[in-house]
């Protein structure tokens, strides 16, 4: 069975300060698929990034940057000079085998002005 | 990345009627569909997994008479929430996929309200 913990539930932070949200996974198969989507508060999940289990470069995109950790079975997420419109809520999630979407419980991020 | 598209995006009914939201993808033919179910401040749950052309796979828990699913294209699935009670209100949400292993692409979402 898939498993995705999120521990935090919500952060709060200054705008201008870095956030990183954990991410740890438990799966059997050797083959699946992190996910990370954004939910701002109109509902709508927006993707942010894929990555599949064979490839352990970190990515950065602007100022989102990902962090795939095999070996503790992490893929953290760091969003790096917080904005107001960062406000949401963070979901990773897994497919393994069976191609069902495993949603850890989310991270409510709060970016105060 | 592709568009799904959800309908209503959010909907009242009365205690005891039924309500029916759809999904469609709109650039690409879904063999797969997704149904998943949020409850406030709660993570996404997979309601039911959807094939076209044939009967959907529920989730344990899930009412599959209260809970109808029906995906009789490529672009279109349809979940209806028959004789619906206040708990079965909550944000509903598709996603699609055009393929074994792709990516599945998500809805908008339909909040429902149930008085």
């Known amino acids: 069975a898939q498993k995705v913990t999120q521990a935090q539930t919500e952060i709060s932070v200054v705008e201008k300060e870095d956030v990183t949200l954990d991410c740890v996974y438990e799966?059997?198969?050797?083959?699946?698929?992190l996910f990370w989507y954004k939910q701002p508060p109109s509902g709508e999940l927006v993707f942010l990034i894929r990555r599949n289990s064979f490839d352990e470069q970190n990515e950065i995109s602007g100022r989102y940057s990902w962090n795939f950790q095999k070996s503790t079975s992490s893929f953290n997420f760091t969003i790096t000079a917080s904005q107001v419109v960062d406000s949401a809520v963070y979901f990773c999630a897994l497919k393994a085998a069976g191609n069902k979407l495993t949603f850890g419980g989310g991270t409510r991020v709060l970016v105060k002005p | 990345g592709a568009v799904v598209s959800q309908h209503p995006s959010w909907v009242i009914c009365k205690s005891g009627t039924s309500v029916k939201i759809e999904c469609r993808s709109l650039d690409f033919q879904a063999t797969t569909m997704f149904w998943y179910r949020q409850f406030p401040k709660q993570s996404l749950m997979l309601m039911a997994t959807s094939n076209e052309g044939s009967k959907a796979t529920y989730e344990q828990g899930v009412e599959k008479d209260k809970f109808l699913i029906n995906h009789a294209s490529l672009t279109l699935s349809t979940l209806t929430v028959t004789s619906a009670h206040p708990e079965d209100s909550s944000f509903y949400i598709c996603?699609?996929?055009?393929?074994?292993?792709?990516?599945?692409?998500f809805g908008q979402g339909t909040r429902l309200t149930v008085v």
């Open positions: 799966t059997r198969d050797t083959t699946y698929y």
């Open positions: 996603s699609a996929r055009d393929g074994q292993g792709a990516e599945a692409f």
